[in-house]
T-cell receptor, first 110, second 114 residues
Framework: EDQVTQSPEALRLQEGESSSLNCSYT??????LFWYRQDPGKGPEFLFT???AGEEKEKERLKATLTKKESFLHITAPKPEDSATYLC???????????FGTGTRLTVIP | SAVISQKPSRDICQRGTSLTIQCQVD?????MFWYRQQPGQSLTLIATANQGSEATYESGFVIDKFPISRPNLTFSTLTVSNMSPEDSSIYLCSVEEGSNQPQHFGDGTRLSIL
């Protein structure tokens, strides 16, 4: 069965303290891996799509990387406004739906 | 990306009643989806809303409980029928604008059943 596991469940960082979030996945064939940010009371906001191992995407302080078994979301010098829940989702070959992990709740302290 | 509006944003309902949630998109999209996000849990796909045909439901979700309509390429509704406290959740609509493109989400409907 397809599985998406995110770690850690929660992460507290001081402002400027860089770190990484992990998303491990098990699918028979990966069609795409997606990172989202979700703020309280809001729907998930799309950040990145990664399609193949070795691919990297960057946006401001965020960088997403992909291997054959996992993806990392690197956060460089985070700011309090980066506080949110970060969700990872995978789309299997031949499917349209997404399987979501339970997310990492990030808190950045000023 | 498409702008997605959901109504209502929240509601408190009595058990045994039904509620219809609306999802409106500002552009025509092929794929529309309905998800449930229970407290502290991940998003779970309920069904894919197909334009002009019946929705495709995931395992554990049935049409009698969650009837879905998709009358055109910009609008869909999800009804939560005969509600019980276990149906208290956030219900989210999402759209996909092209093949293997990311899904974009509305802000959800927060539903509480008393």
């Amino acid at each position: 069965e397809d599985q998406v596991t995110q770690s850690p469940e929660a992460l507290r960082l001081q402002e400027g303290e860089s770190s990484s979030l992990n998303c491990s996945y098990t699918v028979s064939g990966l069609r795409g891996l997606f990172w989202y940010r979700q703020d309280p009371g809001k729907g998930p906001e799309f950040l990145f799509t990664l399609y193949s191992a070795g691919e990297e995407k960057e946006k401001e302080r965020l960088k997403a990387t992909l291997t054959k078994k996992e993806s990392f979301l690197h956060i460089t010098a985070p700011k309090p406004e980066d506080s949110a829940t970060y969700l990872c989702a995978v789309r299997e070959t031949g499917a349209n739906n997404l399987f979501f992990g339970t997310g990492t709740r990030l808190t950045v302290i000023p | 990306s498409a702008v997605i509006s959901q109504k209502p944003s929240r509601d408190i309902c009595q058990r045994g009643t039904s509620l219809t949630i609306q999802c409106q998109v500002d552009s025509q999209v092929t794929m529309m989806f309905w998800y449930r996000q229970q407290p502290g849990q991940s998003l779970t796909l309920i069904a894919t809303a197909n334009q002009g045909s019946e929705a495709t439901y995931e395992s554990g979700f049935v049409i009698d409980k969650f009837p879905i309509s998709r009358p055109n390429l910009t609008f869909s509704t999800l009804t939560v029928s005969n509600m019980s406290p276990e149906d208290s959740s956030i219900y989210l609509c999402s759209v996909e604008e092209g093949s293997n493109q990311p899904q974009h989400f509305g802000d959800g409907t927060r539903l509480s059943i008393l």
